[in-house]
Antibody, heavy 124, light 107 residues
Framework: EVQLVESGGGLVQPGRSLRLSCAGS????????MHWVRQAPGTGLEWVSG????????AYADSVKGRFTISRDNAKNSLFLQMNSLRAEDTALYYC?????????????????WGQGTMVTVSS | DIQMTQSPSSLSASVGDRVTITCRAS??????LNWYQQKPGKAPKLLIY???SLQSGVPSRFSGSGSGTDFTLTIRSLQPEDFATYYC?????????FGQGTKVEIK
């Protein structure tokens, strides 16, 4: 069974940092690109960042560029999101999502499997 | 960025009804349009990719159509388990962007 399990969320003060993790199982992790998508409470979905199968390609939303860093460890079937300089508007449920393809920004790709999410709350 | 606009934002329907949700892109995205279903407290689930291709395991009452800027998700005969929020998403160019969602409620 394909499974994605996020962890690392929590309550953090504005300006501080947090590192999210996502553990993949049930599929060949290094055959696929991976992404982070977030959902603020009561609102819609916002793509945050994506990374290619071999970390050679990385893309970010403008709202997080320069503050967030995506990475992966294929030996450990794991995806990460280092979030620095957090703001109140970063408060959201963060989902890890598996792509159908290998690239971070391949035209035509989709998010075909999602984890259950980890909640990040930025507040003083 | 490519803006995605869904309509309606919400709708009420009965079991057995035919339901249509539309999604419009701010520029042509060819057929690179995906549809997701999200139930309360759950992660989104891929239904349709490349505008009209049904994801494995998704019931055939779901179908998608369109190209360019205008797309449609149709549920042929609404079932109790279909009451949820539906999102379109363009995969033509990053940043990948989603529509605001359409909530399908029980009439």
């Amino acid at each position: 069974e394909v499974q994605l399990v996020e962890s690392g969320g929590g309550l953090v003060q504005p300006g501080r940092s947090l590192r999210l993790s996502c553990a993949g199982s049930g599929f060949t992790f290094d055959d696929y690109a991976m992404h982070w998508v977030r959902q603020a409470p009561g609102t819609g979905l916002e793509w945050v960042s994506g990374i290619s199968w071999n970390s050679g390609g990385i893309a970010y939303a403008d709202s997080v560029k320069g503050r967030f860093t995506i990475s992966r460890d294929n030996a450990k079937n794991s995806l990460f999101l280092q979030m620095n300089s957090l703001r109140a508007e970063d408060t959201a449920l963060y989902y890890c999502a598996k792509a159908r393809g290998i690239g971070a920004a391949n035209t035509g790709d989709t998010f075909d499997m999602w984890g259950q999410g980890t909640m990040v709350t930025v507040s003083s | 960025d490519i803006q995605m606009t869904q309509s309606p934002s919400s709708l009420s329907a009965s079991v057995g009804d035919r339901v249509t949700i539309t999604c419009r892109a701010s520029q042509s995205i060819n057929i690179y349009l995906n549809w997701y279903q999200q139930k309360p407290g759950k992660a989104p689930k891929l239904l349709i990719y490349a505008a009209s291709s049904l994801q494995s395991g998704v019931p055939s009452r779901f179908s998608g159509s369109g190209s360019g800027t205008d797309f449609t998700l149709t549920i042929r005969s609404l079932q109790p388990e279909d009451f949820a929020t539906y999102y379109c998403q363009q995969s033509y160019r990053t940043p990948w962007t989603f529509g605001q969602g359409t909530k399908v409620e029980i009439k």
